[in-house]
C-alpha cells in the first residue's frame, strides 16, 4: 500500500515536472527565434560590407550598412549616381538580402 502511495506521489512529480519543463522550452522558443534572426542579421550585413570592400571602385567610400530580418539599410555619400546603383545592385545580390532600402546621399560637385 505504501508503496503504491510513494509510486503515486513519484508519478505526480515526474509529471508535473515534465508539464513544467515543456512550458518553459516553449517561452523560451520566441527568443530562441530572435537571436538566430538577429545572428542571421548580423551575417547578412558582414556579408553585404565584404562585398562592397570586394569592389575597388566602392571599397574606401563611407558606406554604412545594417540588416533587420534581411532587409538592409544602406547609408552613406557616393560620388555620383552610377556609384550609388552599383552599390545598390551588389547588396541586392548578397545571399539572404530581401530588400535594400536606399539612404545613399550622391556627394556636391565643389
Given at each position: 500500500?505504501?508503496?503504491?502511495?510513494?509510486?503515486?506521489?513519484?508519478?505526480?512529480?515526474?509529471?508535473?515536472?515534465?508539464?513544467?519543463?515543456?512550458?518553459?522550452?516553449?517561452?523560451?522558443?520566441?527568443?530562441?527565434?530572435?537571436?538566430?534572426?538577429?545572428?542571421?542579421?548580423?551575417?547578412?550585413a558582414?556579408?553585404?560590407?565584404?562585398?562592397?570592400?570586394?569592389?575597388a571602385?566602392?571599397?574606401?567610400?563611407?558606406?554604412?550598412?545594417?540588416?533587420?530580418?534581411?532587409?538592409?539599410?544602406?547609408?552613406?555619400?557616393?560620388?555620383?549616381?552610377?556609384?550609388?546603383?552599383?552599390?545598390?545592385?551588389?547588396?541586392?545580390?548578397?545571399?539572404?538580402v530581401?530588400?535594400?532600402?536606399?539612404?545613399?546621399?550622391?556627394?556636391?560637385?565643389?
Amino acid at each position: 500500500m505504501q508503496n503504491s502511495k510513494l509510486m503515486g506521489a513519484l508519478l505526480a512529480t515526474v509529471l508535473t515536472t515534465g508539464v513544467a519543463m515543456s512550458y518553459a522550452a516553449d517561452q523560451a522558443e520566441p527568443a530562441k527565434v530572435a537571436a538566430n534572426a538577429t545572428s542571421g542579421d548580423a551575417a547578412i550585413a558582414a556579408s553585404a560590407k565584404a562585398a562592397l570592400r570586394a569592389d575597388a571602385q566602392l571599397a574606401t567610400l563611407p558606406i554604412d550598412v545594417t540588416s533587420q530580418n534581411g532587409v538592409l539599410a544602406v547609408s552613406g555619400e557616393v560620388p555620383s549616381a552610377a556609384e550609388g546603383e552599383r552599390v545598390l545592385q551588389i547588396l541586392a545580390s548578397v545571399d539572404g538580402v530581401r530588400e535594400v532600402k536606399n539612404g545613399l546621399k550622391v556627394k556636391a560637385v565643389n
